[in-house]
Each structure stands twice: as C-alpha cells, then as structure tokens.
C-alpha cells in the first residue's frame, strides 16, 4: 500500500492488546481474532502511539534500524495496510 508522508494512521478501539514473551498479541473484540506483531511489527505500533503521521513513522523506524527508506516504507506499508483490513487501524 502506497501511503504519503502527511497521511494519518490512528489505532481504532476494535481491539485489546498484551505482551507474550516478546509478542505483542491484539484480539479484535468484534470479531474476537487474536494477531500478534513481533520484532519490527511490535515496534511500529509502538511507534504509532507518538508519530500518527506515516513520514514521522517511517523516519522513527529509519534511524532505529539500519533499512532504506524505501524498503521501510514498502514494509510499513504492507503491514499498516493488512491492519486496516482488519480494522486495526484506520489510515487518513
């Protein structure tokens, strides 16, 4: 998913979260599926909560890993993308 640098993605309140080990699982309260981020995943939607605006995300993420801008915006991409599909997330 192609998501511009301005672009707002905000958690919805679908879901209820807690750490297992080291996952962070999600369990969609409507329809009761349990997701589980890990490694990277996890600290992308850490680092949802202080950079609601997709740019600040992927520079976050940039100067925590060693990743090229571009394979971390195609990777965020993708995953904030399969969380709107589940109504993680909404993206604005």
Known sequence: MEISNDTEIRKTDNFVE???DDELVLLHIINGQFYSLKDTGRRAWELLEDNKQFGSLVNA?????EVAEDTCREELGKLFGDLQERTLVEIN
């Open 18 to 20: 807690t750490v297992v």
């Open 61 to 65: 993420m940039c100067g925590e890993y």
